[in-house]
């Protein structure tokens, strides 16, 4: 398997402009998150889905972010109008059912997307 | 609400020291706990994980965890590390009921000198 797969790796962009970030889970992966990673805040969960429905969107920062899972291989993070603020790294992971156990499994993080907003 | 709690921000050691890097939670029911790896600009591995049965699990790269529900704790150790230890090391919780919630710590930087 190839694993979660991120596109782009970098990406560059003048405050204003839109940003899309995509993400392929690992197949047959029931759940999604993105999360924001940045030196003062750390690791934020942003957005999650089960079954390409969004769950839990409490950690999105504001309107300008959205996230869409048209399909069970397929989401993205689109920032509109981006601003320097939202420079960091996003990642993408995907992660099992968890079955009768309960509770979550592991996650599988993708390589991530570097965004620089100047 | 649920939280982890990560005490050591950052760590520095020397090779061949051993390491405990503290994890406690904040949950009062049944959970499922990890331990996971990034190192320097790469992404979030799994170290290890428990789920349940024996309270020490042992993960890759010679790391283990104990947990120990009186304390709410589940701390990372190694006997010896090693320069590539280097990394920033992250605890994580998940409950078994009600609303799946995936809680990461905040992190730990870890360097070890060579």
């Known amino acids: 398997d190839a694993g979660v797969i991120q596109s782009p790796r970098h990406e560059v962009t003048e405050m204003g402009q839109e940003v899309t970030l995509r993400c392929k889970p690992i197949?047959?992966?029931?759940?999604l998150f993105w999360y924001r990673q940045t030196m003062m805040r750390g690791l934020e969960l942003l957005i999650y889905?089960?079954?390409?429905?969004?769950?839990?969107d409490s950690g999105m920062p504001e309107d300008r972010f959205s996230a869409k899972m048209p399909n069970a291989s397929f989401s993205t993070l689109k920032i509109q109008p981006s601003e320097p603020r939202d420079s960091a790294v996003y990642f993408c992971?995907?992660?099992?059912?968890?079955?009768?156990?309960?509770?979550?499994?592991?996650?599988?993080f993708g390589p991530g997307t570097r965004l620089t907003v100047l | 609400a649920q939280s982890v709690s990560q005490h050591n921000h950052h760590v520095i050691l020397s090779e061949a020291a051993s390491l405990e890097l503290g994890c406690n939670y904040s949950y009062g029911g049944t959970v499922n706990l990890f331990w996971y790896v990034q190192y320097p600009g790469q992404h979030l591995q799994l170290l290890l994980k428990?789920?349940?049965?024996?309270?020490l699990v042992k993960g890759i790269k010679g790391f283990e965890a104990e947990f120990i529900k009186s304390k709410f704790s589940f701390n990372l150790r190694k006997p010896s590390v090693q320069w590539s230890d280097t990394a920033e090391y992250f605890c994580a919780v998940t409950s078994t009921s009600g609303t799946y919630k995936y809680i990461f710590g905040t992190g730990t930087r870890l360097k070890v000198l060579a």
């Open positions: 197949s047959g992966h029931d759940y």
């Open positions: 889905f089960n079954n390409n429905v969004p769950i839990d």
């Open positions: 428990y789920f349940s049965g024996d309270p």
């Open positions: 992971a995907s992660s099992p059912f968890w079955g009768n156990r309960g509770g979550g499994d592991t996650q599988y």
